[in-house]
């Protein structure tokens, strides 16, 4: 897995080199944006995300950008976290800013949804939630090939924060038994409970 800071929108933590070196091991970085920005132009109404209004709490909700997008499996994985089906968060109550986090599959169909994604977000189009980031699933087993993987990133920087996920075999074999299925998945877990609490 790789969790990568934007270098537009994170900077460094006050204090000296020793303290930034402990700090970026141990906890994810810090987004700097946290609102629409000025003059993003709005995605096309065909492009955007729906909205769904959700009721109860939970700590963290998924959101993918399209379907297969694995929002379902993040959601089990993390503690109280729920999926949103493929829509922007809209709670029925007013709990302030809900915290939310995009998934996509790292193919060229799901990073051109999560660009749209990012860009509604961006542009103010999106209600209003706590954007933590983007989780790129792999799509298939292996390497990324180059292309998709400086698309993946061009795109990641649109996002807070961007996390690279590999390929778990158990679970194209229907194996859902292992919670946390290895070490990237535990450390991206333990990036968004960091988040989240």
Same mark, same amino acid.
């Given at each position: 897995m790789?969790?990568t800071?934007?270098?537009?929108?994170?900077?460094?933590?006050?204090?000296?080199?020793?303290?930034?070196?402990?700090?970026?091991?141990?906890?994810?970085?810090?987004?700097?944006?946290d609102?629409?920005?000025?003059?993003?132009?709005?995605?096309?109404?065909?492009?955007?995300?729906?909205?769904?209004?959700v009721?109860?709490?939970?700590?963290?909700?998924?959101?993918?950008?399209?379907g297969?997008?694995?929002?379902?499996?993040l959601?089990?994985l993390?503690?109280?976290?729920?999926a949103?089906?493929h829509?922007?968060? $809209?709670?029925? *109550? &007013?709990y !302030? +800013? %809900? /915290?939310?986090? @995009?998934?996509?599959?790292?193919d060229?169909? =799901?990073?051109q #949804?999560?660009?749209?994604?990012?860009?509604?977000?961006?542009?103010?189009?999106?209600?209003a939630?706590?954007?933590?980031?983007?989780? $790129?699933?792999a *799509? &298939?087993? !292996? +390497? %990324? /090939?180059?292309? @998709?993987?400086?698309?993946?990133?061009?795109? =990641?920087?649109? #996002?807070?924060?961007?996390?690279?996920l590999?390929?778990?075999?158990?679970?194209?074999l229907?194996?859902?038994?292992?919670?946390?299925?290895?070490?990237?998945y535990?450390?991206?877990?333990?990036?968004?409970?960091?988040?989240?609490?």
């Open positions: 790789q969790q800071q934007n270098p537009w929108i994170t900077s460094p933590a006050a204090g000296d080199a020793s303290d930034n070196v402990a700090a970026e091991v141990h906890l994810p970085p810090t987004a700097k944006i609102a629409p920005l000025l003059g993003i132009v709005e995605p096309d109404w065909a492009d955007r995300l729906g909205r769904r209004t009721s109860g709490t939970a700590s963290l909700w998924v959101t993918g950008v399209h297969g997008a694995g929002e379902s499996r959601a089990s993390l503690d109280g976290a729920r949103t089906d829509a922007w968060p $809209v709670h029925d *109550d &007013a !302030g +800013k %809900l /915290p939310v986090l @995009l998934a996509c599959r790292s060229m169909r =799901g990073l #949804a999560a660009r749209s994604a990012l860009i509604q977000w961006a542009s103010g189009a999106a209600p939630v706590e954007l933590l980031g983007l989780a $790129v699933l *799509d &298939a087993p !292996g +390497k %990324l /090939p180059k292309p @998709l993987r400086e698309f993946a990133a061009l795109v =990641g920087g649109g #996002a807070p924060r961007l996390w690279m590999p390929w778990v075999e158990s679970w194209r229907g194996d859902s038994t292992a919670s946390q299925p290895g070490h990237d535990q450390r991206f877990a333990t990036d968004l409970a960091a988040l989240t609490n």
